[in-house]
Structure formats: C-alpha cells, structure tokens
C-alpha cells in the first residue's frame, strides 16, 4: 500500500513537471531574456569585429562578401583562392544557417514557446559559447586586429571560434524569433530601426507604447553590449569575455524557466 502510494505521488509529480516544463511562455512577459539575447549579441559581435572585422549576427555583409569574391572571378585572374577575410565569412554563414537549421528543427518538435526548449536551446548557446572561450585559451590568440588587412585571429583554429559563435548566434536567432515578440530575431537590428523610426508613434513620449518602448529597448541592450563588450575585451581579453558571456547565457537560460505560462484563450 506505502509503495503504491509513493508510486502514484512520483507519477503525479512528474506530470505536473512535464506540464510545467512543456508549457508555452507568454510573450508578452519575455522582455527581460530576450533583452538578455539582446545584450549577448553585442558582447559577441563586439569581440568578433574588433578581431576579424566580420559580424557573427548579421550575415547581410558575409553573404555579400563572397558575392564580391565570385565576382572577383570576372577579371579573368588566376587565382581561384579566398582571402582569408572571405573564408572566415563563409565559415560564419555556413555555421550560422547550421545553428539556425539546428533550432528550427529541435524546436518544432519539443515546441518553440516551450521553457523546456527555450532553456535547452539557451543552455547550447552557453555550450557553444564556452567553447569558443576554451579554444580561444589554448589558442593563445590576440584579441584586437592591428588593421584591416591583418587579422588577430588567422590560423586554423580561429575558423572553430568564428564557428560556434556564428552557431549560437543562429540558434538564438531563430529561438528569438519563433517567441514572436518586437524583439524579432535578436541578432540585427536593420529591421528593428526600420520599425522604430516608421513607428507613428516614436514621438508619443508622455505615454507608453509597447511597441516602440521594445525597439528603443532593443537597441539599448544591443549598444550595451557592444560597449560592455570592447570595454571587457580591453581589459581581460577574447578568452575571459566569452567565460562571463558563456555564463550570462546560462542565467538566461535558468530565467526562461521562470516566464509566466502564456494563458489559454479558450
């Protein structure tokens, strides 16, 4: 009779944590980690430019990169190579899709909005993060680019760093996105300035308006972590960065098992 009755307390106890865990968030209470994504994209682009003057969120400018290097083709040279800038870009591109391919399918099959998969997806970002920041350890490589045409990260490892970050970047791209929120993707903030300006009500200053208090908040995080980003990058270096960086990422991760359950409309 003890022994069923603590079976059936055990079963009742993992359904409601199932439940719990299973259980979409409610977006409209997702400001405080997506802003946190926010601020990580700055941290890592931060790093990654001032290295090897490539974004690792935005692929806008990689993608037109090798355009530029095929078109390069026309002139008739002989010379078929990348410059070292154009492999590092399609290394972003090609890990940054990988990521979001990753994300888009793992979480169409736990559930996008669901704190199971918002915490697991975080916490891969924290993974890939850390990695970064150990193979950058054991790299010893430079943290800042002397000029444009001479790179701080160029050996073979360096291609692994600009991997897992661009990796995360997407992950957390297309996590970011599927929540549906005015904070969009989290990695560019191309169409977030294009909303904020055209907002008819960006000049409403005496009242609050959501939509525009988010896209004036997102741009806030993502200039935060720039700042935060170059500041620590100058004073403990690439390496260091990403371990805080891999951390915060975690915290976020834990915070979304904390956002309220988004309410049934039935």
């Known amino acids: 009779m003890w022994e069923t009755s603590s079976n059936l307390k055990d079963e009742a106890t993992m359904a409601r944590l199932k439940k719990y865990f299973l259980a979409e968030v409610d977006e409209k209470r997702s400001t405080l980690p997506l802003a946190g994504y926010r601020f990580m994209t700055g941290v890592i682009n931060a790093l990654i430019f001032s290295a090897i003057f490539i974004w690792c969120g935005s692929q806008t ?134 909303e904020l300006i055209s907002n008819p009500k960006l000049l409403h200053v005496r009242r609050l308006v959501t939509s525009r208090d988010h896209q004036i908040l997102t741009v806030a995080c993502f200039v935060a972590g720039g700042f935060a980003g170059r500041v620590s990058l100058d004073k403990i270096g690439s390496a260091n960065t990403l371990g805080i960086g891999a951390g915060i990422r975690l915290v976020i991760g834990v915070w979304w098992l904390f956002v309220p359950e988004k309410e049934s409309t039935m």
Do not use: P
Request: aromatic fraction near 12%.
């Open 61 to 194: 400018g990689n993608t037109i990169q090798l355009a530029l290097a095929v078109a390069r083709l026309l002139k008739g040279a002989h010379n078929y190579s990348l410059h070292l800038v154009e492999k590092q870009a399609l290394c972003s591109l090609v890990t940054f899709a990988f990521g979001v391919f990753i994300g888009g399918r793992v979480g169409d099959r736990i559930g996008c909005k669901t704190r199971a998969w918002l915490f697991m997806g975080t916490f891969i970002q924290a993974l890939f993060t850390m990695t970064s920041a150990i193979l950058m350890w054991e790299g010893r490589e430079r943290s800042l680019a002397d000029a444009s045409d001479n790179a701080a990260w160029s050996d073979t490892l360096s291609f692994l760093f600009t991997g897992f970050l661009s990796a995360s970047m997407g992950l957390q791209g297309v996590m970011a996105k599927r929540v549906d929120t005015h904070f969009s993707t989290t990695v560019t903030l191309t169409v977030t300035w294009c």
